[in-house]
């Protein structure tokens, strides 16, 4: 059977701003059609650098890095980002900014109206469509930033603690609901969280990373199966992974001065 060509490849990768230190080291990685993988370590190990160069937001300095088997400013197209802050302009409707990337890209009114009603429904908002950021709660806010970035069909999903300001309640209710969506509409996803427990319950791999510079400490590979439903935060199996990149985590903690 012939392999399938992975849609971001990253090869002896390294970066650095300016004269500075290394940020990253020795980054080599193949992120497959369907993986969902997420980056967790200790804070400045680089997890969402990592997400800017493969959305060709900063540049790295040695080694090779392609999405979709292109340079990642030509494969933008490709890619949505999803921040820790929903970025909705305040201005503007729930309806108006999932519009938004459509209405730049030239979409005509009816065929962008069209769309994002129907994105705004698969995240729940259809009743909320005329609502501005003000009046939405910060789950909310974020269903809508989720439904903007599926406008646009994304291979790749790349998300930097997108859920990382809720409350825990929220943020695994709307842990189930993005791995219902990408049921519905697919997507590869690289995602960045310092929740462990997130990790594990929504992705097949999970890269650890170490940092000064940032490294790929350990790779985990999470062997349950999709759909997830929220009964398998209980079971031991879950836990037992929880566990074991708790303790890789702890490897890579930071020695205090």
Known sequence: MEAV?????????????????????????????????????????GKSTVLKLVS???????????????????????????????????????????????????????DRIAKARQMLELVG??????????????????????????TLAPQLLLLDEPFGALDEMTRNRLNEELLALRTQAPFTAMFVTHSVAEAVFLSNRIVVMSANPGRFHAEVAVGFA?????????????????NEVSQLLHQVEPVPA
């Not at 650095?16 to 200790?42: A, E, H, K």
């Not at 259809?126 to 970035?149: E, F, N, T």
């Not at 999709?226 to 929880?242: C, M, N, S, T």
Request: hydrophobic letters at 40%; one cysteine or more.
């Open 56 to 110: 060709g937001l900063s540049p790295w300095t040695v080694g090779e890095l392609s999405v979709a088997g292109m340079k990642p400013r030509q494969a933008r197209d490709r890619q949505a980002f999803i921040f820790q802050d929903a970025t909705l302009l305040p201005w503007l409707t729930a309806q108006h900014n999932v519009e938004l990337p459509l209405r730049l890209r030239g979409v005509p009114a009816g």
């Open 125 to 150: 908002l259809g009743a909320v469509r005329r609502y501005y950021p003000r009046q939405l709660s910060g789950g909310m806010k974020m269903r809508v930033s989720i439904a903007r970035a599926l």
């Open 226 to 242: 999709y759909p997830r439903d929220p009964e398998l935060r209980a079971r031991a199996e879950f836990q037992a992974k929880v």
């Open 5 to 45: 060509a992975p849609i971001v490849k990253f090869t002896s990768l390294q970066k650095r701003y300016g004269d500075g230190p290394l940020v990253l080291d020795d980054i080599s990685l193949q992120v497959r059609p369907g993986d969902f993988i997420t980056f967790i370590g200790p804070s400045g190990c």
